[in-house]
C-alpha cells in the first residue's frame, strides 16, 4: 500500500485561496490514485497565522470536498507563526507516509501534478522531485534527461518517506521562511540521493510582479532572504562569502543590517548550525544563487 502524505502551512491566506488549494491538491491525490499510484491519501494543513484563516463552516466544507477524493484532510491552528520549516515539521513529525508532498498555500495544483511527481521516482536514488512553477518558472539548471537539479524548490515538491526518515527533519532552528529547502537539498545529496525535476508535474505558483518587472518582495522577505543567505554559507563551510554577506549587508537595507545583526548576535551566543560538506561536495554558490541557473 503506497501512503502519499500532503502539507501546506497557511499564513494569513483567505478562505477562498484556501479552498482553491486543497480543492485541487485533492483532485490531483484522487487522478494519483485513479492511475494506481496511491492506495493511501493524508493531507495535514497548519496554520501559522494570527487568527484563525479557515472557519468552522469552511473547514468542514473542506473536509468534505476532500473526502470526495479519497483523502483525509485535519487542520490545526498553531496560534503561533512557527515559519515554513517547522509547520511543516509539525505536519510530517511520526507519520510513517512512503511519500510526503509539500504545498505552499499560494500553489494551485494542476490535475497530474501528482501522478507525475510519483513518476518521477522511477529510479531509486531520487530522494525528491520538484514540480514546474508556473507563470514564473525557476531558473535553476537541470539536467534535460535526468531531471536531476542542484536542489528542490519545497513551494511544490515530494519527498520520498525513506529519504525523509533518514534524512531528518527540515532544520527549523537555523532557517525561519527560505533556504530551508536549499538546506534540505544539500543534505539529501550528501546522503547519497538525487533532486529531480519533474517538468510535466507543475504548479500553478501565485507570485506577483512590481512595477519594475520584478517579483515583488516585503521587507519581511527580504530580512528573512538575507538570514537565510548567511546561515547558508556558514552552514556548508564558506567563511569567505560570509564575510562578504556581513561587509555588503552592512552598508545595505534596514532588513539586510537587521539580518547582519541577528548572525552576529547567534554567531557570539555559539548558536550557529555546525558547518557541513568542508570539501564542497554538494553546495554551489554561482553569483548570489545557490546552483548554476540556466537564464
Not at 34 to 53: E, F, H, I, N, R
Request: with cysteine; aromatic share 10%; charged share 25%.
Amino acid at each position: 500500500m503506497t501512503w502519499l502524505h500532503v502539507t501546506s502551512v497557511l499564513y494569513g491566506n483567505d478562505e477562498a485561496a484556501t479552498a482553491r488549494l486543497v480543492s485541487s491538491t485533492a483532485h490531483a491525490v484522487a487522478r494519483a490514485r485513479a492511475a494506481g499510484l496511491v492506495d493511501k491519501a493524508t493531507y495535514a494543513v497548519g496554520d501559522s497565522s494570527g487568527a484563525p484563516a479557515v472557519t468552522p463552516a469552511r473547514l468542514d466544507a473542506l473536509v468534505s470536498r476532500a473526502a470526495a477524493d479519497d483523502v483525509e484532510l485535519a487542520y490545526d491552528f498553531y496560534d503561533a507563526n512557527l515559519g515554513s520549516a517547522e509547520g511543516n515539521n509539525r505536519l510530517m513529525r511520526g507519520v510513517d507516509a512512503d511519500f510526503f508532498l509539500m504545498v505552499n498555500p499560494d500553489v494551485y495544483a494542476a490535475p497530474d501534478l501528482v501522478t507525475a511527481l510519483l513518476r518521477r521516482f522511477d529510479a531509486d536514488d531520487v530522494g525528491i522531485a520538484e514540480a514546474r512553477q508556473v507563470p514564473f518558472d525557476h531558473p535553476k539548471a537541470y539536467d534535460p534527461e535526468t531531471g536531476v537539479t542542484g536542489w528542490a524548490s519545497m513551494a511544490c515538491a515530494m519527498i520520498r518517506g525513506e529519504t525523509f526518515r533518514a534524512v531528518g527533519e527540515l532544520d527549523s532552528a537555523t532557517f525561519f521562511l527560505y533556504c530551508d529547502d536549499v538546506d534540505y537539498s544539500w543534505r539529501t545529496r550528501l546522503a547519497g540521493w538525487t533532486c529531480r525535476r519533474a517538468p510535466d508535474a507543475v504548479a500553478f505558483h501565485d507570485k506577483r510582479l512590481s512595477a519594475t518587472g520584478a517579483v515583488a518582495a516585503s521587507p519581511a522577505e527580504e530580512y528573512y532572504a538575507a538570514e537565510a543567505a548567511l546561515f547558508l554559507t556558514h552552514k556548508y563551510s564558506r567563511p569567505d562569502l560570509t564575510k562578504a554577506l556581513l561587509a555588503q549587508f552592512g552598508e545595505g537595507t534596514e532588513s539586510h543590517r537587521k539580518a547582519r545583526a541577528e548572525f552576529l548576535g547567534r554567531r557570539a551566543a555559539g548558536t550557529l548550525p555546525v558547518p557541513l560538506d568542508p570539501d564542497h561536495r554538494v553546495a554551489e554558490f554561482v553569483q548570489g544563487n545557490y546552483t548554476r541557473h540556466r537564464f
